[in-house]
């Protein structure tokens, strides 16, 4: 007997009398995690008033070199699993990158985790464009 058969017996046995056996659907994907997004002009306003969320930078080193936020801590995204430790899980945290798009998952990889994170839209490249002050190493 072919595999053909053997799914037309599986679904002939489940099928009710005059009606047509329907294979079961996919499974529902499970809830996205939403993201919440903090521009460079909210996240400077925020600093200002003395809000201070805690920034963590997850680019490179050598990014890292090349300019940062000041009083940001450095943990390389690679790195974060490993860190989790470190981090206060009552803390704001606003995960800052280059251009926003791996801080995007590091936040949503720590909310998965039971932290408070936001992405910064636009990473670093938003911050220096929208009149923020970087520190260099």
Known sequence: MGLLDSLKRSFAKQAAPGTVAVPPGPKPEPDEIKVSEVTAIELLAELRRGGAPLVLDCRESYERR????PGSVHIVMREIPYHLDKLDRTADIVVA????SR???VAGYLIENGFRARSLRG???GWLTQGGAIARL
């Open 123 to 125: 990473g670093i490249a």
């Open 66 to 69: 090349q300019g940062y936020i």
């Open 103 to 105: 801080s995007y998952g």
């Open 97 to 100: 990158c280059a251009h926003g």
